[in-house]
Protein backbone atom coordinates (compact mmCIF):
# COMPACT_ATOMS: atom_id res chain seq x y z
CA UNK A 1 0.00 0.00 0.00
CA UNK A 2 2.90 2.67 1.31
CA UNK A 3 4.78 1.75 -1.78
CA UNK A 4 2.09 2.04 -4.87
CA UNK A 5 1.24 5.37 -3.07
CA UNK A 6 4.93 6.56 -3.46
CA UNK A 7 5.25 5.38 -7.10
CA UNK A 8 1.56 6.92 -7.83
CA UNK A 9 2.67 10.18 -6.68
CA UNK A 10 6.23 10.03 -7.69
CA UNK A 11 5.47 9.76 -11.19
CA UNK A 12 3.28 12.70 -11.41
CA UNK A 13 6.97 15.06 -10.74
CA UNK A 14 8.39 13.59 -13.62
CA UNK A 15 9.35 16.28 -16.10
CA UNK A 16 9.55 13.68 -19.05
CA UNK A 17 6.84 11.52 -20.83
CA UNK A 18 9.43 8.38 -19.52
CA UNK A 19 10.90 6.86 -16.32
CA UNK A 20 14.33 8.29 -15.09
CA UNK A 21 15.42 5.47 -15.48
CA UNK A 22 14.61 5.19 -19.21
CA UNK A 23 15.36 8.67 -20.02
CA UNK A 24 18.85 8.49 -18.72
CA UNK A 25 19.61 5.60 -20.29
CA UNK A 26 17.89 6.96 -23.70
CA UNK A 27 20.46 10.40 -22.62
CA UNK A 28 23.38 7.97 -22.50
CA UNK A 29 22.57 5.82 -25.90
CA UNK A 30 22.17 9.49 -27.74
CA UNK A 31 25.60 10.11 -26.29
CA UNK A 32 27.51 7.06 -27.38
CA UNK A 33 25.11 7.47 -30.91
CA UNK A 34 26.96 10.67 -31.64
CA UNK A 35 30.39 8.82 -32.84
CA UNK A 36 28.58 6.85 -35.10
CA UNK A 37 28.70 7.35 -39.06
CA UNK A 38 25.17 7.69 -40.59
CA UNK A 39 24.61 7.11 -44.17
CA UNK A 40 21.39 7.39 -46.04
CA UNK A 41 20.03 5.57 -48.07
CA UNK A 42 15.86 7.31 -48.06
CA UNK A 43 14.70 8.80 -45.63
CA UNK A 44 13.94 5.51 -43.59
CA UNK A 45 16.45 3.35 -44.21
CA UNK A 46 20.32 4.01 -43.03
CA UNK A 47 23.40 2.12 -42.63
CA UNK A 48 25.53 2.82 -39.83
CA UNK A 49 29.37 2.32 -39.06
CA UNK A 50 30.16 1.78 -35.61
CA UNK A 51 33.24 2.70 -33.79
CA UNK A 52 34.66 -0.51 -34.21
CA UNK A 53 33.98 -0.35 -38.15
CA UNK A 54 31.04 -2.30 -38.09
CA UNK A 55 28.05 -1.94 -40.85
CA UNK A 56 24.73 -1.77 -39.04
CA UNK A 57 21.07 -1.77 -41.12
CA UNK A 58 18.13 0.00 -39.56
CA UNK A 59 14.70 0.47 -41.35
CA UNK A 60 12.28 2.49 -39.91
CA UNK A 61 9.06 1.55 -42.04
CA UNK A 62 9.82 -2.08 -41.09
CA UNK A 63 11.12 -1.40 -37.70
CA UNK A 64 14.27 -3.73 -38.59
CA UNK A 65 17.41 -2.75 -36.98
CA UNK A 66 21.12 -4.73 -37.45
CA UNK A 67 21.62 -5.45 -33.99
CA UNK A 68 18.42 -6.23 -32.34
CA UNK A 69 19.03 -4.66 -29.05
CA UNK A 70 15.53 -2.39 -29.99
CA UNK A 71 13.38 -5.50 -30.63
CA UNK A 72 14.85 -6.81 -27.30
CA UNK A 73 14.64 -4.21 -25.36
CA UNK A 74 11.57 -1.77 -26.55
CA UNK A 75 14.33 1.03 -26.10
CA UNK A 76 16.82 1.90 -28.81
CA UNK A 77 20.38 1.21 -29.13
CA UNK A 78 23.37 3.04 -30.01
CA UNK A 79 23.01 2.31 -33.89
CA UNK A 80 19.26 3.51 -33.96
CA UNK A 81 20.10 6.67 -31.93
CA UNK A 82 22.68 7.59 -34.44
CA UNK A 83 20.12 7.49 -37.65
CA UNK A 84 16.90 8.77 -35.11
CA UNK A 85 19.51 12.22 -34.54
CA UNK A 86 20.02 12.16 -38.27
CA UNK A 87 16.56 11.81 -39.39
CA UNK A 88 15.60 14.35 -36.86
CA UNK A 89 18.31 16.63 -38.32
CA UNK A 90 16.70 16.79 -41.57
CA UNK A 91 13.26 16.20 -41.69
CA UNK A 92 12.88 17.89 -37.87
CA UNK A 93 9.83 15.08 -36.55
CA UNK A 94 11.43 11.77 -35.04
CA UNK A 95 11.76 12.43 -31.77
CA UNK A 96 13.04 9.41 -30.00
CA UNK A 97 11.00 9.07 -27.43
CA UNK A 98 8.05 8.11 -29.97
CA UNK A 99 10.23 5.04 -30.89
CA UNK A 100 10.15 3.76 -27.39
CA UNK A 101 8.21 0.74 -26.20
CA UNK A 102 4.86 1.95 -25.08
CA UNK A 103 5.31 -0.49 -21.52
CA UNK A 104 8.52 1.70 -21.22
CA UNK A 105 6.29 4.97 -20.71
CA UNK A 106 5.07 6.97 -17.92
CA UNK A 107 1.61 6.13 -18.88
CA UNK A 108 2.53 2.03 -18.80
CA UNK A 109 3.79 2.83 -15.06
CA UNK A 110 1.12 5.18 -14.12
CA UNK A 111 -1.43 2.14 -15.44
CA UNK A 112 0.52 0.07 -13.06
CA UNK A 113 0.37 1.72 -9.70
CA UNK A 114 -3.05 2.87 -10.34
CA UNK A 115 -5.37 0.72 -8.73
CA UNK A 116 -4.98 1.18 -4.60
CA UNK A 117 -4.95 -1.50 -1.97
CA UNK A 118 -7.63 0.16 0.74
CA UNK A 119 -6.98 -0.38 3.89
CA UNK A 120 -8.22 -2.24 6.64
CA UNK A 121 -9.28 -1.74 10.08
CA UNK A 122 -7.17 -3.47 13.09
CA UNK A 123 -8.07 -7.18 13.81
CA UNK A 124 -9.40 -6.17 17.38
CA UNK A 125 -12.32 -4.59 15.75
CA UNK A 126 -13.44 -7.15 14.07
CA UNK A 127 -17.26 -8.58 14.88
CA UNK A 128 -16.95 -11.72 16.60
CA UNK A 129 -18.95 -14.72 15.09
CA UNK A 130 -19.95 -16.85 17.96
CA UNK A 131 -19.49 -20.93 18.10
CA UNK A 132 -17.28 -20.45 14.66
CA UNK A 133 -14.08 -22.42 15.38
CA UNK A 134 -11.66 -22.33 12.43
CA UNK A 135 -10.00 -26.26 12.04
CA UNK A 136 -7.42 -26.97 10.27
CA UNK A 137 -8.34 -28.78 6.51
CA UNK A 138 -8.31 -32.61 5.87
CA UNK A 139 -4.94 -33.86 4.76
CA UNK A 140 -5.58 -36.73 2.89
CA UNK A 141 -2.56 -39.23 2.22
CA UNK A 142 -1.80 -41.03 -0.87
CA UNK A 143 -0.77 -44.74 -1.05
CA UNK A 144 2.83 -45.42 -1.56
ZN1 LIG B 1 22.13 -1.42 -32.40
New binding site residues.
Given amino acids: MKRMHKRRTECTRWSTDLPPVVHRTLEKLKQEGRSMQVLFANDFEFEILDEFGKK?VVDFRYHT???G??QLSGLQ????MASLSHKRYHDGSSEPVQFVHALLKKEAYTLTYQPVIHPILDQRTWLAIPNHKIVPSIVKTKLG
Fill in positions: WYGCAWCKHD
